[in-house]
């Protein structure tokens, strides 16, 4: 039996979902909020002794860290989104680190600063804003370059690598980052992926989703 640790809104969360699903894997999912210290309760730290979100559990093997979770799901079901062939592999692990490294940790800021902070209560920093927006204007150009050259990230195939920076763009909208709209390719492949059934099984659409939960939340 497969358990899932997390939290909806995470775009880490949603990146094993999306593997799950696209694997067509049974699934427990666990709700695990941070926000409310879920966390930092000594069962799960049990399980991701960083006490951070996702976190899974597969008939007591526990394994945490979106990637690698997917890089393992993958091989354990001999899945084409991780091919056994190593400089595919290779290619594929250096998009799915520039996405996680650059691009999510640029978008992060903006989330988190825009949205999530005044979600807490917590005060938002403007210069963070301004440098994440100033990173991913170097960021997406590189995306749109190779995704105009090749119907997936790593090349012709599906790979974990789309897996992973389908779920770190899908806060974009919520974010009010604008400029990834100027991107045409980038456009068409999160079209693209966003309508096929892995991603519809979690929810239409990212945004729509958050602004529910928020609402919900506030008794609206």
Known sequence: MIKLYGLGLSFNVSKVRYCLN?????????QTNPIAGENRAEEYLKLCPT????????????LFESNAINRYLAVANNSPLY?????????????????????????????????????????SDEESVRVGLEFL?????????????????A?????????NLLAILDPCELAQIKTIDQYPSLKKWRAGLK???????????????VMEAMNAKAGK
């Open 155 to 163: 090349g012709r195939d599906m790979s974990l690598a789309d897996l």
């Open 51 to 62: 006490g951070k979100v996702p976190a899974i559990d597969i008939d007591g093997f526990t």
């Open 195 to 209: 309508a096929q059934p892995f991603y519809q099984k979690c929810y239409k659409d990212y945004s729509q989703f």
């Open 137 to 153: 204007d170097k960021y997406f150009p590189v995306l749109e370059k190779q995704l105009s050259q090749n119907p997936y990230l």
């Open 83 to 123: 091919p056994q062939d190593n400089k595919k592999r290779a290619v594929i692990d250096a998009w799915m680190d520039y996405a996680s490294i650059h691009v999510g940790q640029a978008l992060g800021r903006v989330l988190f600063n825009r949205v999530f902070a005044p979600m807490t209560g917590q005060k």
């Open 22 to 30: 696209h694997l067509n894997l049974q699934y427990e999912w666990v």
